[in-house]
């Protein structure tokens, strides 16, 4: 694993309790488990958040652009594949993108975390963007995401998140 990836900002380097506070405001609960424990729900395996049900599994080393990504999963996701959720969130690509673009939004809800350090952690973990970087994606290319999330009532009209489930619109 190579340093960038190694600094990324992890479960263990936030407060809980702010997470708990923030998934809830979607339904979802969080359930931590011990380091080097598997992550149930884990699409990717290893430190990576996991979803079953209405609940983001973690531990201690989980990434938390990867809580919130999946946690984003989650929110973007209709109804019909929420109530079956089991590891794999599906999806397309147009919904791969709002996902990012709304787990950038939501990390300003996380102190000490917030968008600029989002997209670095992005780029260090390897997420693939058009215009090379997390950063150049969000402020140049990412309007059709944010057109997808205002339709779906998960941002509201001046960008923000709405703290809300998929709608459909």
């Known amino acids: 694993m190579n340093s960038s990836v190694r600094n990324v900002l992890r479960f263990s380097d936030t407060d809980p309790a702010t997470l708990v506070q923030l998934l809830s405001r979607f339904g979802l609960v969080l359930e931590s488990k011990p380091r080097g424990e598997p992550i149930p729900g884990s699409f990717w395996g290893g430190e990576e958040a996991g979803l079953l049900d209405h609940t983001l599994i973690v531990r201690p080393d989980t990434p938390l652009h990867s809580i919130l990504h999946e946690a984003c999963h989650f929110v973007c996701m209709d109804e019909q594949r929420r109530r079956g ?85």
Do not use: H, K
């Open 85 to 169: 959720l089991d590891t794999d969130a599906g999806g397309d690509y147009d919904e791969e993108n709002a996902v990012c673009y709304l787990q950038i939004l939501l990390s300003d809800e996380i102190p000490g975390f917030g968008r600029n350090r989002m997209m670095r952690d992005m780029d260090a973990w390897g997420y693939t963007f058009r215009l090379g970087s997390a950063r150049a994606w969000f402020e140049n290319d990412a309007t059709d995401a944010l057109e997808w999330l205002r339709c779906r009532g998960l941002v509201t009209d001046r960008g923000l998140a709405a703290f809300t489930l998929r709608s459909e619109r």
